[in-house]
């Protein structure tokens, strides 16, 4: 079945630098790897999803991009801001139902 | 459009009980899928309906059961209650059964079993 690893567990930063959040699937037939954010006692939001026939999708400070021959998806976070806190999560889904990573809990320290 | 709802938010049960959860998804979404958040395995998939069938299941045991109504509102239930049951359940419903759907989730249900 499919397996997903997330890197870093933990990252902090500076206000205004940038934050990168790397995830490696194993299932080559995996076609579909949105990234939801969770802030402390809320609900997981979507806040950005790519298909595999996309190499890079952006959203204002947020992107993220797709190596489907190195099996690799990062969230990157440009910007960032203080209220980018929280814990967010990769996932990965093709043939089966969506397989998360473990969570970064990324801190943006103002 | 309201978004998806769960109920209750909170519950404390003893282990042995048995508790169901209910969810109501997004108007129009048809497809329900139940998730388990833990600290230590994090989100983990339990299962999925569609038009009241369940069409993907996890490796949960099977006192882990689920149902869904012809409304798509879903229920799980969970009976033996054990300690390590103990964690946030989530549900998340989209507009099609299908891999590749976005999925919308709820605010989910904290259950501690003492």
């Known amino acids: 079945g499919e397996n997903v690893e997330q890197h870093p567990s933990t990252l902090s930063v500076q206000e205004g630098d940038s934050a990168v959040i790397k995830c490696t699937y194993s299932?080559?037939?995996?076609?579909?790897f949105p990234w939801y954010k969770q802030e402390l006692g809320k609900r997981p939001q979507l806040i950005i999803d790519?298909?595999?026939?996309?190499g890079e999708k952006k959203d204002q400070r947020i992107a993220v991009t797709l190596n489907k021959t190195a099996k690799h998806f990062s969230l990157h976070i440009t910007e960032t801001q203080p209220e980018d806190s929280a814990v967010y999560f990769c996932a990965a889904e093709g043939n089966t139902p969506l397989v998360f990573g473990k969570g970064t809990r990324l801190s943006v320290i103002a | 459009k309201a978004g998806v709802t769960q109920t209750p938010r909170y519950l404390i049960k003893t282990r042995g009980q048995q508790v169901t959860l209910s969810c109501s998804p997004i108007?129009?979404?048809?497809?329900v899928s139940w998730y388990q958040q833990t600290p230590g395995q994090g989100l983990q998939f339990l299962f999925e309906y569609f038009s009241e069938t369940q069409r993907n299941k996890g490796n949960f045991p099977g006192r882990f059961s689920g149902r869904q109504f012809s409304n798509s509102r879903s229920e799980m239930n969970v009976s033996t209650l054990e300690l390590g049951d103990s964690a946030l359940y989530l549900c998340a419903s989209s507009f099609l059964q299908g891999f590749g759907e976005t999925q919308y989730f709820g605010p989910g249900t904290r259950l501690l079993v003492l």
């Open positions: 108007s129009g979404h048809r497809s």
């Open positions: 299932d080559s037939a995996s076609n579909y």
């Open positions: 790519i298909r595999s026939n996309v």
